[in-house]
């Protein structure tokens, strides 16, 4: 069916590094756009990471820039997020998800994974 | 950044009557080249991922029931539940789409009265 699952979270100290995988599945991967968006405990929404089909096109959150890098693999149909440096205000669930444009991009989505918890703490 | 703002941050309301929530942007969604807000609203149900409910403000999603209704336009929004059914406590969310980055309101908590 059509589902993305993320994984690869866990607890880690600050400044550590952690790296996120996101699998797809019932869905031709390659065709869409994909996002990284997080949930701090008991908290909002917050976009964290986009790009492209291809991967050419990448764009961070300010507050992850130049410590997180988004990558895919539309061979193996993954999406992957590598966090560095990471904080305290770094905990949160971490959701894969899906631009609802084929072949374009609309920035809203509409296929979420069940996300996956990054915890930061000493 | 756009900034969204949801209120109110909670309501209780009886089970078949009616919701609403508002939501208001800090500048216009309204993209005037197609007529079109920006504008979508998500349901997150406890210990669920969020789903979306409604795109271009008044657009309901695929399998969506139509007690769930959308309006609204420019910086102005209302998402309404017409029957409050058990199934609908959640956190709703509205998220702009009109420029990056995308941004969400901090969400409205619904439960039931």
């Known amino acids: 069916q059509v589902q993305l699952v993320e994984s690869g979270g866990g607890l880690v100290k600050p400044g550590g590094s952690l790296r996120l995988s996101c699998a797809a599945s019932?869905?031709?991967?390659?065709?869409?756009?994909m996002n990284w968006i997080r949930q701090a405990p008991g908290k909002g929404l917050e976009w964290v990471s986009h790009?492209?089909?291809?991967?050419?096109?990448?764009y961070y959150a300010d507050s992850v820039k130049g410590r997180f890098t988004i990558s895919r693999d539309n061979a193996k149909n993954s999406l992957y997020l590598q966090m560095d440096s990471l904080r305290a205000d770094d905990t949160a669930v971490y959701y894969c998800?899906?631009?609802?444009?084929?072949?374009?991009?609309?920035?809203?989505?509409?296929?979420w994974g069940r996300g996956t918890l990054v915890t930061v703490s000493s | 950044d756009i900034v969204m703002t949801q209120s109110p941050d909670s309501l209780a309301v009886s089970l078949g009557e009616r919701a609403t929530i508002n939501c208001k942007s800090s500048q216009s969604v309204l993209y005037n080249s197609n007529n079109k807000n920006y504008l979508a609203w998500y349901q997150q149900k406890p210990g669920q991922p969020p789903k979306l409910l409604i795109n271009g403000a008044s657009t309901r999603g695929s399998g969506v029931p139509d007690r769930f209704s959308g309006s609204g336009s420019g910086t102005d929004f209302t998402l309404t539940i017409s029957s409050l059914q058990a199934e609908d406590v959640a956190v709703y969310y509205c998220?702009?789409?009109?420029?990056?980055?995308?941004?969400f309101g901090q969400g409205t908590k619904v439960e039931i009265k």
């Open positions: 998800a899906k631009d609802v444009g084929y072949f374009e991009t609309w920035w809203y989505f509409d296929l």
């Open positions: 790009i492209s089909r291809s991967g050419r096109s990448i």
């Open positions: 019932g869905f031709t991967f390659s065709d869409y756009y």
């Open positions: 998220q702009q789409y009109f420029s990056t980055p995308p941004t």
